[in-house]
C-alpha cells in the first residue's frame, strides 16, 4: 500500500518536469510532428558562421531541418537549425536585425518555444561585436567550397600566412566568395539576400598573438581598414 502510494507521488512530481520539455508546452511559432534530421554539413554551417560572424553561410540551411537536444533545458530543446544560425551571428556580432530570420519551432516530444524572435532580439541588443573564434574543421570547409590544395597553398603564399595559419584561410575574401559554391540545401527563394552580402574583415584579425593577426584588412578595395573590438 505504501508502496503505490509512493509510485503516485513520483509520478506527481515527475509529470510537471517531463511536461516542461514536451513538444505540446509552450506557443512556438511552429509545430512539426516528424522534423527532418539535418545534413552533417549544415551543422559545419552553423559552426562557419558563427567563426566568421557572417549570416552568408546560414541561407545555405534549409528551413526543414530541425536540431534536437534532449538535454538541454526546457523550451530550448528544439531548433531549426537554418534560425538557430541566424541568432547565433545575431548574437555573435551584436546584429539584432537578422533576427528577422530567426523563429521558434516544437516536434512532438521536444519543445522549441524559448528559441523566439524576441529572445534573439533581447540577446543581439547586449553589448559591442565580440572578437573571439573557436576551433572548426577548416579542412572539410575548404573541400567544400571548392579548394584545390594549390589554390590553399597559392593562397597562403599571396596572403603571407605561416604554415600554422592555415585556418586563417576562413577570414579571407576568396574564401567568403567562395561560401556559394557549397552544397545548398535550401531551395533558390530561401537564398534570395546571399548574393547581396559583403566581405567584411573579423574583428578576430586585429587580435594581436595569432597567425592571422592583420591579414586581408587591406580588403578587396585595398583600404586599410582599423578595427574596434571587444573580448570575448
Known sequence: MHRMKWWHIAIYLAGPVLLAGCGWVGQPDERVLFPSEPDARE????????????????????????????????????AQLRSRCFATVAQRAARPELCKQVGSVSTLFYSGNANSQERCIQEASQGRPRAGAGMIDHDALFVLAGFSEAEIDALMLAHQLPKNGRYCLVFSPEFFDAIEQMPRFASEDELIGMDDLKWEPHPFLAVPGFPCTGKFLDGPGGKKRTLMISPD
Open 43 to 78: 551543422y559545419l554551417y552553423v559552426d562557419l558562421a558563427r567563426q566568421i560572424a557572417s549570416e552568408k553561410p546560414c541561407y545555405l540551411i534549409s528551413p526543414a531541418s530541425i536540431s534536437v537536444a534532449p538535454l538541454s533545458s526546457p523550451g530550448t530543446r528544439a
